[in-house]
């Protein structure tokens, strides 16, 4: 009731009454071929404050009315032109009329029309790094999980999890919205070309939802609005083991007042992993080959409706799937003789669906940045897997001897519906202060079936069907003031959280109710136009997700198998952080960050011996919480031009957490006897790449990337360094709308994921990919035009790696 009650005084703060003023302003818009340009910005200053303004209509005719009889300038923008501006006096006449306002060209084009730079380039603003994807980056590979290693400050490891800062519990969002597919799943199904730009958010304020302790990554996909029809077109093939291949085609028509857009992408071909682990306490030896044949797709189609100079109406949809083959040998050697050798051979169909619908309404006030926006977002996730085990066991002196055969089939289909509803308020009260209001509604739904013929499942028997539902409500306020050189925002998040969970239709395994306060704080000093502080303070939290809570295997060994727990609670994160950005000329930067972290009620992995079958070496690997925990760090990056021929971006990044974790430890004098012990370590992690572009004339460049990753001991085991150097060259043609890239990663193939452990048993391990591969790339562009695109509010995630909800 409390939270009903709230929304209904902020959303009653929204409408305000401005006082009438006579006189008027008119006038008409157009480039130097006279053609009108509709759209474009009227901004009626008294002296450097806007108090006034308008939008021109179909015609580039522009009307503002009850304008203050006094002297005033007249500022026109639009997007690629350069802004007009001019003096009218209307103290001395009632109305001040603009027969033609004629506006030049840039020389380049702008941010929004689609034009992909042949260097990608770092941006550091307020509240998030945001990093424009040119083609440099888009030969790095095929699809956008391939890319994330080039990225400051993010990491993805073997196994396709991503990390920001060096930690897993950060949130993935593509255009601003959340999905209900895993972080690691989606980012595959992503074509490297589709990407616009990815935008880094380490310490949102109270306006985004407070999930994820390290922060917001938010993927932004190519969407045209140009004028006419307009469109460019990719292709790319990596040789490895074998070729796979990707392609995007992205396109939109824009005839008056509404706009159409469409792109989409696929990736194809098999996917080549392989390593061993070998354990010393009884001399064995796992040798691991994995084989995915994946083919996925991803397409976005939409439409702007303009309903007039102050309304729009847009709709899209965003939909990705993946069909795939993977077959997981697995060959267990005992070297002494002692114990019979296994081989399992497992197989793995797999069929899933996302689906995104967004509908949005926004409406522009008269004063400049005043808006009002509508929104709502329905996101369903299918996905289907048949699984079929075939485990051989040989007799102990006769290893090619079969002693006993056991196969089975596993069956799981997962099923999630995450709907969302917001409402956005901005009103810059005055040139110095702004007030931001809204509120949101999220309800998720969340089922899982899982079926088998394996006589022994740890937990949930044979078959079972879990539900975990979510639903949350929340509404945020911000207060900000900007001075000479100082500027603040104050902002506050309430939220009321609801989460069940149920296992075989039975009693409610485990229920979590509560309501909570997430307060964010900015402070902004600018020394001058070139140098800028900031230090930041935001509450974070990070629920546990379906893949964590459900008791159903994630993937099954012969001797591992991954659970979740039911019983796990949200972690909450304290962030502190100070930033520093340096402006050079040439559009160089510099920017360097510390930040500092109080965790409680950790979540972590936890491996354990498992008590249902007869065999001690079998382990369970799950979650669980632990106590309250710290974390720190700092990072460095540049984008610094040398010469007119060479620029590089260096950035280095460290993070140390005090990590606490569950291990399964021997009991001394036993040798199937396991206690859990707590252990506690300190966790830190280094990361430096270097990005350098050579320009050898104006249709000719080459690239050199270099990649280090130091070695990071952890709870259960003991990392080893990683490091790579990659290289590529980009020709332009055809008046620049055709580029040809060849990239050669990981040139002297030394990419591995090498680690030791001691516990439960003392082994060590190694595993490796195709990282040593040659990517061919084409980009083609067509038609022109310029730019005007609804700006949808930036939403996020939820739940520590899917779902999330409030009105």
């Given amino acids: 009731m409390k939270v009903h009650l709230l929304l209904w005084v902020l959303l009653g703060s929204i409408f305000s009454i401005n006082a009438q003023n006579p006189g008027s302003i008119t006038g008409k818009v157009v480039d130097k071929a006279n053609n009108p340009i509709p759209y474009a910005t009227v901004s009626i200053k008294e002296d450097t404050k806007v108090i006034t303004g308008g939008i021109t209509n179909e015609q580039g005719l522009f009307e503002v ?21 001019a003096k009218a006096n209307l103290s001395t006449q009632k109305t001040v009329n603009f027969p033609k306002i004629i506006l030049q060209e840039e020389a380049t084009q702008l941010e929004g029309v689609e034009i992909v730079k042949e260097y990608s380039s770092i941006e550091q603003k307020i509240d998030r790094k945001v990093i424009n994807v040119g083609r440099d980056l888009t030969t790095a590979g095929a699809t956008a999980s391939e890319i994330m290693n080039n990225i400051p400050s993010v990491n993805v490891d073997q196994d396709g999890k991503i990390s920001l800062r060096g930690n897993q519990n950060v949130r993935v969002l593509v255009d601003g919205r959340p999905t209900n597919m895993d972080a690691t ?66 396109m939109n028509y824009r005839t008056g007042k509404i706009n159409f ?144 055969q056991v196969i089975y089939s596993d069956y799981i289909k997962d099923k999630r519906k995450n709907a969302t509803f917001n409402v956005d308020y901005v009103n810059p009260i005055n040139e110095k202060s702004t007030l931001e209001l809204g509120s949101e509604a999220r309800i998720v739904r969340t089922e899982n079936q899982y079926e088998t013929e394996n006589v022994i499942v740890p937990v949930t028997g044979q078959s079972s069907n879990y539900t975990y539902d979510i639903d949350i409500f929340s509404a945020y306020a911000t207060f900000g003031q900007k001075f000479e050189k100082f500027s603040y925002q104050l902002g506050a998040r309430f939220e009321s959280y609801k989460a069940k969970a149920n296992l075989n239709n039975g009693d409610t395994t485990f229920e979590d109710d509560y309501f909570t306060l997430y307060p964010s704080a900015y402070l902004t000093y600018n020394l001058n136009d070139k140098n800028m502080f900031q230090l930041s303070y935001s509450r974070r939290v990070d629920r546990p997700s379906l893949e964590q809570t459900k008791p159903i295997r994630e993937f099954s060994t012969p001797l591992v198998t991954s659970l979740g727990n039911s019983e796990l609670e949200p972690q909450f994160t304290n962030s502190l952080e100070v930033n520093y950005t340096k402006m050079f000329a040439k559009n160089s930067s510099f920017t360097a960050g510390v930040f500092y972290r109080i965790i409680d009620n950790e979540i972590n992995r936890v491996l354990y011996n498992d008590e ?53 430890v021997l009991r001394p004098g036993t040798t199937d006897t396991f206690d859990f012990v707590t252990k506690e370590v300190e966790v830190s992690a280094f990361n430096a790449r270097l990005n350098s572009n050579f320009k050898a004339g104006k249709r000719l460049s080459f690239l050199l990337f270099g990649f280090y990753r130091g070695g990071v001991d952890g709870v259960q085991n003991n990392s080893s360094e990683m490091y790579k150097i990659d290289s590529g060259a980009r020709y332009t043609l055809l008046n620049d709308k055709m580029t040809l890239s060849v990239r050669f990663n990981d040139m002297f193939d030394t990419m591995k994921f090498a680690f030791d452990s001691k516990n439960p048993y003392s082994s060590r391990g190694e595993f490796t990919w195709e990282s040593h591969s040659v990517y061919l790339g084409l980009n083609y562009r067509f038609g022109g035009g310029k730019n005007r695109a609804l700006q949808r509010k930036f939403r996020d995630d939820n739940t520590k790696k899917g779902g999330g909800g409030m009105f």
């Fill in 65 to 85: 009315k009850n304008v203050p009889a006094k002297e005033l300038t007249v500022d026109v923008q639009f997007i690629g032109y350069k802004s007009y501006t």
């Fill in 261 to 404: 857009f469409g792109s989409g992408g696929t990736n194809f071909g098999e996917n080549f992993n392989n390593g061993f682990i070998q354990r010393f306490d009884n001399n064995s030896q796992q040798l691991i080959d994995i084989v995915n044949d994946n083919e996925s797709y991803l397409y976005k189609l939409g439409m702007d409706f303009y309903i007039n100079d102050k309304n729009t109406l847009s709709f899209y949809t965003n939909r990705n799937g993946l069909k795939g083959d993977g077959i997981v040998n697995t060959d267990i050697r005992y070297l002494n003789n002692d114990l019979s050798n296994v081989y399992q051979r497992a197989f793995y169909a797999t069929n899933n669906h996302n689906d995104t619908y967004n509908l949005a309404f926004k409406h522009i006030f008269a004063k400049e940045g005043h808006t009002l926006d509508f929104e709502g977002n329905y996101n369903t996730y299918k996905q289907k897997q048949n699984a079929k085990f075939d485990t051989s066991v040989f007799e102990i002196l006769n290893p090619s001897a079969l002693l006993d």
């Fill in 612 to 664: 249902s079958t007869a065999n001690p070496n079998d382990l369970i690997m799950s979650y669980d919480n632990f106590d309250n925990n710290t974390a720190f760090g700092f990072e460095l990056s540049a984008n610094y031009k040398i010469t007119k021929w060479w620029d590089v971006q260096p950035a280095i990044d460290f993070s140390s957490i005090n990590q606490k974790g569950l291990v399964s």
């Fill in 185 to 250: 799943q989606l980012l595959k199904q992503i074509p490297s070309t589709s990407i616009k730009k990815i935008e880094l958010i380490t310490n949102p304020s109270a306006k985004y939802n407070p999930e994820g302790m390290s922060g917001i990554i938010n993927i932004v996909l190519h969407k045209n609005s140009n004028n006419g029809f307009n469109g460019s077109f990719n292709a790319g093939a990596t040789f490895a083991e074998t070729p796979k291949f990707n392609n995007s085609l992205d």
